[in-house]
């Protein structure tokens, strides 16, 4: 899928809090999570015209990647674009997070975004199985749910519901489309001290176990799904290294 990035110009009224005024001002506020930085324009509290345009860029450290930004987001080109731009027509604060490292832990020979793609596999596999079309993978969806599994390691739980600051399940929903959500917590051991699994048995394990489930199962089977995306983090609880695995799906209700 083709993500269009509207390029604009900087903003040239923009400074760091305590600057010149330029007229009617706002103050944006520029954060980041760990594994990387905002490196146009910077960090921290600026000011800036009201109604001008602020190049962003989002740079990740070695091992990571960026996820979207969030906060006061109404404004922005691409939220799941880590070069983009924001109008300024109000004070807002933003953040730009990044995933956890990327590179797998100690042991585990498989990274995040294998699990991302062989769930895809698995699951399309499914749905041939059943004689249903395929899942295509959607960068938007993609990017809500690494946010989603992102969160429920950062905020230490696991269900459906969403932490403060995260985007909803509905995000950016088109009338008439419908979406649906599997979530799944993965040892990556069976047993501790033990071999850890591979890539191919953790993702079966996740699939096999949705597969039991009846409105997993349903989610998987569903005739009107079209596109899907997944997203996983890695959790270091004590014993067991766990895989936080959210999958969203969505297609045409009408």
Not at 179 to 191: D, F, H, S, V
Not at 198 to 211: D, P
């Amino acid at each position: 899928m083709a993500a269009l990035i509207a390029v604009m110009t900087g903003c040239s009224g923009i400074s760091p809090s305590g600057g010149p005024d330029y007229g009617e001002s706002c103050t944006l506020t520029i954060t980041s999570t760990a594994g990387g930085s905002v490196t146009t324009p910077g960090e921290g509290a600026f000011t800036c015209a009201e109604g001008a345009v602020v190049n962003l860029l989002a740079e990740p450290e070695e091992g990571y990647q960026f996820v979207n930004w969030t906060g006061n987001v109404g404004t922005i080109a691409n939220v799941n674009a880590a070069l983009t731009a924001i109008t300024t027509s109000a004070s807002y604060s933003i953040r730009a997070n990044f995933s956890g490292n990327s590179s797998s832990p100690l042991g585990i020979n498989y990274t995040d975004a294998e699990v991302e793609q062989l769930i895809i596999v698995l699951v399309n596999d499914v749905r041939q199985q059943y004689e249903l079309g395929i899942l295509s993978e959607d960068a938007l969806l993609t990017s809500l749910a690494r946010e989603h599994s992102i969160s429920m390691v950062e905020n230490n739980f696991f269900g459906h519901e969403r932490y403060p600051g995260e985007r909803p399940l509905d995000y950016n929903m088109s009338p008439g489309d419908a979406r649906g959500e599997n979530l799944a917590k993965i040892p990556t051991q069976q047993y501790s001290p033990g071999p850890y699994l591979s890539l191919q048995e953790v993702c079966e394990w996740a699939v096999s176990g949705w597969m039991d489930s009846d409105g997993h199962r349903a989610n998987i089977l569903q005739p009107i799904f079209t596109e899907t995306g997944v997203g996983v983090s890695f959790s270091d609880e004590g014993d067991f290294i766990y895989l936080y695995i959210t999958q969203i799906f969505e297609g045409d209700y009408y």
